[in-house]
């Protein structure tokens, strides 16, 4: 069962070198951000932002938006780095 954080199963939909247990246990977004090469969740590059307006609802410089896994900037204030998370 997964929690909120994505943890609690993998989220790959093609191969991983990633053990199946760090795959469980690490957030969704961690996955996500590693290279589908590495760790194929399908999800492009991996490399997005979450914050709203594409990035810009952010003080966030862009790059290190991309460059960080998702669980990271979900955990950034709103006032910093607004995901629309509550």
Same mark, same amino acid.
């Given at each position: 069962?997964?929690?909120?954080?994505?943890?609690?199963?993998?989220? /790959?939909?093609?191969?991983?070198?990633?053990?199946?247990? =760090?795959?469980?246990?690490?957030?969704?977004? +961690?996955?996500?951000? +590693?290279?589908?090469?590495?760790?194929?969740?399908?999800?492009?590059?991996?490399?997005?932002?979450? /914050? +709203?307006?594409?990035?810009?609802?952010?003080?966030?410089?862009?790059?290190?938006?991309? /460059?960080?896994?998702?669980?990271?900037?979900? =955990? +950034?204030?709103?006032?910093?780095?607004?995901?629309?998370?509550?």
């Amino acid at each position: 069962m997964q929690n909120e954080h994505g943890q609690g199963m993998s989220h /790959a939909t093609g191969g991983s070198k990633v053990p199946q247990r =760090a795959q469980e246990k690490v957030p969704q977004g +961690l996955e996500e951000s +590693l290279p589908n090469k590495v760790h194929d969740t399908g999800s492009g590059t991996g490399r997005k932002t979450h /914050a +709203l307006n594409d990035g810009e609802d952010s003080i966030v410089p862009k790059g290190l938006q991309k /460059a960080v896994p998702e669980g990271l900037e979900r =955990a +950034l204030p709103n006032k910093i780095h607004n995901t629309g998370d509550e």
